[in-house]
């Protein structure tokens, strides 16, 4: 069992910067690959970013690449988001997930096991 719980969003203004952690606490934080996942009213939870067991493998969705990285500390139980030049649309509730099966890193929300509450992030224009 995990749990996972999310911190550091915010209200931004267009352009700034984010940064966001999930903290875990359980047995085997390490072993877990690790994604965010946001949500935006009205929309479907939709992929973020997802990071190895390791950290070795990243994955992005495309409308985030080069303004979001993924981490994690395991010595600190921690995934972080930074988030960079933030637009209008980044808007939405944030949620760290943790996927069991770590043979690759997934994107499809229902392939993770453990979820935080989330944290809201809205950023304005």
């Known amino acids: 069992q995990v749990q996972l719980v999310e911190s550091g969003g915010g209200l931004v203004q267009a352009g700034a910067s984010l940064r966001l952690s999930c903290a875990a606490s359980g047995r085997s934080f390490s072993s877990y690959n690790l994604g965010w996942f946001r949500q935006a009213p009205g929309k479907e939870r939709e992929f973020v970013a997802a990071i190895s067991w390791g950290g070795a493998n990243t994955r992005y969705r495309n409308s985030v690449k080069g303004r979001f990285t993924i981490s994690r500390d395991n010595a600190k139980n921690t995934v972080y988001l930074q988030m960079n030049s933030l637009k209008p649309e980044d808007t939405a509730v944030y949620y760290c997930?943790?996927?069991?099966?770590?043979?690759?890193?997934?994107?499809?929300?229902?392939?993770?096991?453990?979820w935080g509450q989330g944290t809201q992030v809205t950023v304005s224009s």
């Open positions: 997930a943790a996927d069991t099966l770590r043979y690759r890193v997934r994107e499809n929300p229902d392939e993770y096991d453990y």
